[in-house]
Structure formats: C-alpha cells, structure tokens
C-alpha cells in the first residue's frame, strides 16, 4: 500500500533535514505506530504519507512516496485525499465550516459519496465518536477532546482505504482512549491504519511500531522488539508504561 524510498526533507534550503533517509514499507491492513521523542520528525513523515508534502510544503524534496501506486509527488493532493483520511495534530486547523454536522457533510460531498448514502455516513460516524448529541454544535463551542472526536469522525465518514491519526488522541482521558480505539477497529475493518503517539499505550499493540529519533528511523518491530532491541524506545516506554504493559512481550511469548 505504501512505499517510501530515502525519503528526505527540510522545509527551507539550507535547513537541517527534519526527516532523512527514510525508507518503509506498509502493506494493506496492517496497524503501524509513529511513536519517538518532540521534534523527531513524526509530523513530517505524516506530511509526506497523505501528500500535504509536497503539494503544500514544497520544501527540499528527495526520495519517493508512493501510496497505493500514485507517486504523491506526480498526482494531485485530491487523488491522495481520496485514500487517505487525515487527522492532523492541529485539529482546529482543519476544521473548514463552522458546525459540526457541516463539517462532516462538507467532506463527503467534496468526494462525491452519493446522496444517498450521506445521512447514514454521518450519523454512523458521529455515533462511533459519541458525540451525536453536538451535531448541531457550533464547532468553537466544543471541548479540545470533542474536537478530536470530530476530526476522527469526519475521517471514518469517507471509509478511505487509509486511516492516518497524528497525535489524535492528546486531549482524551486513558478510558475515553481505549473506548474510542475500540470503536474504530470495528469502524476501520480491513483498511490501514497508521498513528502518531506520544503515548506509547496508544499504539502498545501495533503489528509494528517505528521509532524516530532526529528525523531518522532508529527501531521498527513489535512492542516486545522494539524493548530489546531499541534504546530509544525502551527508554520512553519506561517513563510511560507500568511494569504489566513493559512485561507485555514476556506475557504474549
């Protein structure tokens, strides 16, 4: 599904390169976790995953990203919105009406999902979101984690075949976490799924976890091999986790 190729970029000429020599493979279906320290690069490599880099970021450029065959630097933004559904970081960056069933709307219709189907779509995803009750909502009315909730229910509602979430999750408590990423293993099927965290708990069960450090990937495998294998990620994962989710490979042997 995706293909990165020493992949490599500074926002400026003359900049240091916020990620470098990145190489990945991500096939269909998979649950892959972004996880490393602030400034390693994360943001970014989303960047070139749904194709904002390079039709919005320009930048210096070197490499290939290719998703589901479209050379994202070749096809236009739109042809990889309609794989990738994104939740930035920045939520309310996206955020292009001003209430929360529009919002929804505007999307679908911008894809052209059919009419038919609209309603269905984004009662379903507000549902799964839990938050129905703000349909009617004006968007600057809501909390940072229904904002969140919304942002990832505009995403669900396209059924894209690609599921990006950057640090989606910052603003929701660990129950409302772990209740919401149930929900969207049910809602996302068979299609990819890849997560930025900061919290390791949140991609605790990936089928792999990439680790980056100073915009260079430093570890790739499972939560147990990435604590025998990776001194980066062994050393956030201590200062996050409890022994039982650190003990978690000895437990899954």
Do not use: W
């Not at 991500?26 to 400034?39: E, H, K, R, Y």
């Amino acid at each position: 599904m995706i293909k990165i190729r020493d992949f490599t970029f500074r926002y400026r000429e003359g900049d240091r390169p916020v990620v470098s020599g990145i190489d990945l493979d991500i096939p269909d279906g998979a649950f892959v976790g972004i996880t490393g320290a602030a400034g390693s690069g994360k943001s970014t490599l989303t960047y070139a995953l749904n194709g904002i880099i390079p039709h919005c970021y320009p930048g210096d450029f070197y490499g290939s990203v290719v998703v589901d065959g479209l050379d994202t630097c070749e096809v236009a933004l739109t042809d990889v919105s309609r794989l990738v559904g994104s939740v930035c970081q920045d939520v309310d960056s996206q955020f292009v009406t001003s209430v929360v069933e529009d919002e929804i709307l505007y999307g679908l219709e911008n894809f052209g999902v059919p009419r038919g189907q609209i309603e269905d779509r984004v009662a379903q995803a507000l549902a799964d979101m839990g938050i129905s009750e703000v349909r009617d909502r004006v968007i600057s009315s809501l909390s940072g984690g229904q904002k969140q909730r919304l942002s990832i229910a505009r995403a669900i509602a396209k059924h894209p075949q690609i599921y990006l979430f950057d640090d989606s999750f910052s603003a929701l408590d660990y129950k409302t976490d772990v209740a919401l990423r149930r929900a969207l293993k049910a809602e996302t099927g068979s299609a990819t799924v890849i997560i930025v965290a900061q919290r390791i708990s949140t991609v605790l069960h990936a089928n792999q976890i990439i680790v980056l450090d100073e915009g260079r990937i430093v570890g790739k495998g499972t939560h147990a091999q990435l604590m025998e294998s990776c001194p980066e990620y062994r050393e956030i994962a201590r200062s996050q986790l409890s022994q039982k989710e650190l003990n978690l490979q000895k437990e899954d042997a």
